[in-house]
C-alpha cells in the first residue's frame, strides 16, 4: 500500500462516518493519482463525500475537485436511470405472474451513506414464483416477452445466466445464483442460497413497483462468496470491500451461521482477513465485524493485492467455437495457477480438483 491509496482509504473512513478528521499531510499528496486511484477501485463518489468534511486547505485544488464532483453527479444521474430500469423491468415481470429477486448491485447500494454514490453496473435478477421457487420456464417466459415486444436479442455465453439489454443496461438472468460450472464447493452453498431465497425474500416498493430482495442470511453468504470467487480467480476491488463493510454495519449479520459456512466452504481465513480490513483500514469496531484468528500478515497480502492487482478476465463470445473454448479454459488454467495461494483461502478443494472439475463441466 503505498500513500495514495492511504489518503484513499482515509477519504472512505470519513465518507463511511469512522474517523473525523483525516491525518494526511495536504503538500505531499498528489491529489490527480488519489482521484484516478478512486475511479479505478470504483469509490470515487462515496469518497468525494468526505470533502464536505474537510478544511479547504485540505483538499484538492478547485479544479481537480470540480471535476471529482462532476464525476458523482453524474453517478446519481446514472443511479436514477439504473433505479428506474429495475423498477420498469420488475413490472413486466409481475404482469406475467412472477417475481423478480434483484441479486447484489441494489440492494447493496441501500446500505451506503448515499445509494446513488455506489456505482451502477449490471442487473442481476433471479426469477421466482410466489413459493420462491426458480425454474427454468420462468425464464424462458420473461425471454420470450422480451423478443416479442422489445425484439430484445437473449445471449446465453454459459449456464449461469442468460443476457440482454433493456433500458441501456446489461441484464443478466440467472438460471443458478452461483457458477455451478466452476467449484464443486458452488453446489453446497447453491442448495443453501436456493432455500433461503424460497423462505426468506423480502418485498419493497419504489413507487408502485413491488421489487424483491434477498435476506440479510442470503447476502452474507452470497456477498461473501461473490467476492472471495472474484478474489480468486481475477480481482477484487474497494467497491466490493464497501459492499460488505457498509453490508454488516447496516444490518443484524447471523455470525454464527455465516463462521459455521465459511469454515464449511473454507473460506473462514478470508472471512477473517476481510474483516479485518474493515476494522483496520476502514475504522470498524471489531465488535460489528468479529475476526476468529487475526492474522495481519494475511489481511496485508489480501488487501495489497485487492490494490494493486492486474488481472483481467477473458469473456467468451457468443455461441463460441470449440477452439475458442479451449483458449478460455487454458487462460483460465494459467491464472488458477497463478493464483493458487488465494484459492488455499477460498476454495474448499485443491487446484487440481478445481482444475479436473472445470474440465470434467467442459
Same mark, same amino acid.
Given at each position: 500500500m503505498n500513500s495514495t491509496h492511504n489518503v484513499l482509504l482515509q477519504l472512505l473512513k470519513l465518507s463511511l462516518g469512522n474517523i473525523e478528521q483525516p491525518s494526511y499531510i495536504h503538500d505531499e499528496i498528489n491529489?490527480?493519482?488519489?482521484?484516478?486511484?478512486?475511479?479505478?477501485?470504483?469509490?470515487?463518489?462515496?469518497?468525494?463525500?468526505?470533502?464536505?468534511?474537510?478544511?479547504?486547505t485540505y483538499r484538492p485544488e478547485k479544479k481537480l475537485l470540480l471535476e471529482w464532483l462532476g464525476s458523482s453527479i453524474n453517478n446519481e444521474s446514472i443511479y436514477r436511470s439504473y433505479v428506474d430500469t429495475i423498477c420498469q423491468l420488475s413490472g413486466i415481470v409481475s404482469r406475467l405472474g412472477m417475481r423478480m429477486l434483484i441479486l447484489k448491485g441494489y440492494g447493496c447500494s441501500l446500505n451506503y451513506p448515499i445509494p446513488s454514490h455506489r456505482p451502477c453496473g449490471d442487473i442481476d435478477i433471479f426469477l421466482i414464483d410466489d413459493d420462491g421457487k426458480h425454474t427454468d420456464k420462468l425464464s424462458e417466459l420473461l425471454e420470450s416477452y422480451l423478443v416479442k415486444e422489445y425484439h430484445s436479442s437473449i445471449k446465453h455465453p454459459n449456464g449461469h445466466h442468460s443476457q440482454f439489454i433493456f433500458g441501456g443496461f446489461l441484464v443478466e438472468n440467472h438460471s443458478h445464483i452461483l457458477d455451478l460450472d466452476a467449484h464443486k464447493s458452488s453446489l453446497f452453498l447453491e442448495h443453501i442460497l436456493g432455500t433461503l431465497v424460497a423462505e426468506e425474500a423480502r418485498e419493497i416498493h419504489v413507487g408502485d413497483y413491488p421489487l424483491y430482495l434477498p435476506s440479510v442470511k442470503f447476502n452474507s453468504v452470497h456477498l461473501l462468496r461473490h467476492m472471495a470467487n472474484d478474489f480468486a480467480t481475477v480481482s477484487t476491488s474497494l467497491r466490493q470491500v464497501l459492499d460488505w463493510s457498509t453490508f454488516v454495519a447496516s444490518n443484524d449479520v447471523d455470525w454464527p451461521f455465516i463462521c459455521e459456512i465459511s469454515h464449511r466452504t473454507n473460506m473462514n481465513r478470508f472471512l477473517d482477513a476481510l474483516n479485518g480490513i474493515c476494522v483496520d483500514y476502514l475504522g470498524y469496531s471489531e465488535d460489528m465485524f468479529p475476526i476468529e484468528h487475526h492474522d495481519e500478515k494475511l489481511e496485508n497480502e489480501v488487501l495489497d493485492d485487492i490494490?494493486?492487482?492486474?488481472?483481467?478476465?477473458?469473456? =467468451?463470445?457468443?455461441?463460441? /467455437?470449440?477452439?475458442?473454448? =479451449?483458449?478460455?479454459?487454458? /487462460?483460465?488454467?494459467?491464472?488458477?495457477?497463478?493464483?493458487?495461494?488465494?484459492?488455499?483461502?477460498?476454495y474448499d478443494e485443491n487446484l487440481f480438483e478445481s482444475f479436473w472439475y472445470k474440465v470434467k463441466q467442459f
Open positions: 491529489w490527480s493519482e488519489v482521484f484516478r486511484e478512486s475511479r479505478h477501485q470504483g469509490v470515487a463518489s462515496v469518497s468525494c463525500d468526505a470533502f464536505d468534511h474537510i478544511q479547504r490494490l494493486i492487482s492486474k488481472d483481467s478476465v477473458d469473456h =467468451l463470445s457468443h455461441n463460441p /467455437s470449440y477452439s475458442q473454448k =479451449l483458449c478460455y479454459s487454458l /487462460s483460465k488454467t494459467k491464472r488458477m495457477w497463478k493464483n493458487r495461494w488465494k484459492y488455499k483461502i477460498v
